[in-house]
């Protein structure tokens, strides 16, 4: 069941959100060549304790309970790649998705990070995977229901060549980081026939479009939660968390939005 939020609960999980992009600009300002993903988390945690914030990722359940407050994918890792002693180097592509609760509200972004000079295929598919991102925040508040986004997302993701992820998903976000609905970047019969959910003022959504090179098919690694493409090619993870209100959609995840003087709420 769809859980539509106030505008005052917006308001605090846009402070979640500029939690979380203030941890994006610090992994920005960090990333080189040279610089391993433990010290990049590492960074991500301190900032988020600095500010009187919860990380979201460390202890998600699973076969190995999830050790950090950061996902670091590199190159073809898709997707839940854990921080350690792995290196970043010139030319790697490098997923980071966090996300944060504050004062009881959550907040999720991700973004894939150029290092240096990359190769021009990857760099095109960072920028095709940022604007279906994109497209589907444009599209939220002119379109009845969510297939219609996730179609015209998958359209234009495949017309340039590449291939929509369809082993995960965007999903609700509110007090927890995992929400009702299960937010697909892609359409099928199934989900027309039975996930579909109609957009609405008081939604509010983790979109986060996956997208591979070649195959859209993943396989687990050993360590039980990295994601990496079948083929071995390179992947991109661009993500926000978005509300859809009377006046449009608002990004919760980005460095300024409609609301923030409406509801008192001042960045820094």
């Known amino acids: 069941m769809v859980t539509l939020k106030t505008r005052a609960e917006i308001l605090k999980m846009r402070h979640a959100g500029f939690l979380v992009w203030k941890a994006h600009q610090l992994v920005e300002s960090l990333i080189r060549p040279g610089i391993t ?12 304790v600095s500010q009187g914030a919860e990380g979201l990722f460390k202890g998600v359940p699973g076969r190995v309970p999830y050790p950090a407050v950061t996902c670091i994918s590199v190159n073809e890792e898709v997707v839940h790649g854990i921080p ?24 999720d972004a991700a973004a894939t990070y150029p290092v240096g000079t990359v190769e021009p295929e990857k760099m095109r598919l960072l920028r095709v995977t940022k604007s279906a991102l994109d497209l589907a925040i444009e599209l939220l508040p002119k379109r009845k229901y969510w297939s219609e986004v996730a179609a015209a997302m998958q359209q234009y993701v ?13 999903h609700g ?9 299960q937010v697909p970047n892609f359409v099928n019969a199934r989900f027309v026939q039975s ?6 003022p008081g939604l509010v959504i983790a979109i986060e479009p996956m997208v591979n090179m070649g195959t859209r098919n993943v396989r687990l690694k050993r360590d039980f939660w990295t994601q990496v493409t079948a ?4 992947s991109a993870h661009f993500e926000h968390t978005v509300a859809l209100t009377e006046k449009g959609a608002y990004v919760l995840t980005g460095p300024a939005c409609p609301m923030d003087a409406e509801m008192g709420f001042v960045a820094g």
Do not use: N, Y
Request: charged share 30%; hydrophobic share 35%; glycine share 14%.
């Open 195 to 200: 996930g579909d959910f109609r957009l609405q």
């Open 231 to 234: 083929d071995g090619r390179a």
């Open 173 to 181: 976000i509110g007090r927890k980081m995992h929400e009702e609905p």
């Open 84 to 107: 350690g002693s792995r290196v970043i180097q010139e030319g790697d592509i490098v997923s980071i998705d966090t996300g944060c609760r504050w004062e009881g509200w959550c907040g």
């Open 158 to 170: 495949q017309k340039e060549g590449f291939a929509v992820v369809e082993a995960f998903v965007g």
């Open 37 to 48: 993903t433990r010290e990049l988390d590492a960074a991500v945690e301190e900032f988020f």
